[in-house]
């Protein structure tokens, strides 16, 4: 017994050590001195999985750890996790599944995740009930409940209980990695739910216990997306940057942001982090044609030109829509000129390409040549008809030429082959309500466009103008209120319900309006001028 001691330390401290070949020799003489052992084949497998990274001997050595102690919780967890990162799902399953009828958490955990990765959500649920009654203390299983029924099984209220109850607990350096889970997943939640005012504030409450990249990249999606404040949007994913600076999903959209909708002043910014993708290994075609645009376009620095449009060249290898894309990567860098050069390039190679015609249209718009642009559209129209695109640059060209009933027939023509097409449903009403100012068929309209359309923020503030307008105020109200949730932000939309607010003599709300406006942006005097009218009027 004391020979077996002695060589027990000898392993421990030659493993701790990383002398992993000194290691097994020894464990292998541990064998011999105590065959048929737990703990020794136990040993043995971690050796091969952590040291040597053979999972099939690490294998090997649990499973005769099983078949001496087939109660052992950490070896059928461990045999499971080994089935698992084999790809052996199946296999997995069934040592979870033990570990779980001997009631134990991890096993149910892991069971409960590799359902939920597997797509087999009802599954999953009642894995994680199981879970959550086997450890009320354990946030994780709470979380995963929450997911499951807020994001794949449509329980979002429910969902939004369980992580409430979650983040009322007391952080400790212990919890603290999933309570911030819980704020991430509740805010998207209110998110989904079209609350995008309170998932801001969730992701914002969730900063003062820690800061993280996701949370920072989520603010940053949001800003985009729904407020369209690119300027915040920026610096957010520049500090998700700051947090992980090899966060792939920030990198692109921050540089995304800059690319889209800066000046060149901002560009060496988006340069820098294109290049640092290619440095970590990021392969989208994408990066080196921004960079060709910018070095060209911006910089003017030939050699660098040259050599992404080489690799450019590379990849497109004469395939006029692998150059259509190109060309339209030059376009969003706002280098217009350089663009239309290469759209030429394509009609020259094939003529026929719907889309490079649309895209050149849209050239001719931005620069007030209208005709040529109304030309390029409708040879787009002609050459492919399903497209949607051509369609509403055409609609909207000549809804600002004041000929909105030739607007209107257009919208119609996309829904002859895509009935429920949300972008013409929503256009026909505008058109109907805002250009001509005929009643009966906006309301039609707005009705079709609501059914379909759950998170759109200008929709709502102007179906509540247009309940204004035929004295509906209560409706009005609900609508603007809608939209300031979407989008709390937009002073037009803030405006616009704190006026109805006033009108309805709820003096009350169009405070706490006016209160929420100066806190996100505390210089804004005329917001501070409308608060203390507001509040003289409630007297």
Known sequence: MQQFYQLKEKYIKEYNEGKYEDALKTIKKLNKVKPNDLEVYMNIAKLYEEGFR??????????????????????????????????DKKKAENMWKQGMKLKDYICTINLGDLKFNLNKYEEALDIFENAVNLRRDNIYAYYMLAR?????????KEAIKILKKIIDRKVTDKNKKYMISAYIGLAILYEILGNVKVAIEVYKKALKIQEDKYIYQNLGAIHVKYLGDFENAKQYYRKAIEKDKNFITAMYNYADVIYKNFTAKEYIEAIRVYERLLEIGEKDIMIPMRLYALYEGYTKDVDKAKYYYDEIMKFIDNDPYKMGRFASEVWHSHNGKLAEKIYKRILEKNYKISQTHNDLGIIYKTRGENDLAKEYYTRAISLNPNIPEPYFELALLLRNEKKSANAIQIYKKVLEYNINNKTAIINLAFTYDIDLNINKEAKEWYKKALDIEKMNANLFNNYAIFCKKLKNFAKAERYYEKAFNINPFNEIIANNLITIYEERNKYKEAIKICEYLIEQKPNNENMKYKMTVLKQKSK
């Open 54 to 87: 053979d999972i099939k001997k690490a294998i090997l050595y649990r499973k005769k750890a099983f078949i001496l102690d087939n109660k052992n919780f950490i070896n059928i967890n461990k045999l499971g996790a080994l089935y698992n990162r084999q790809g």
């Open 148 to 156: 499951l029924k807020g994001e794949h099984l449509g329980q979002s």
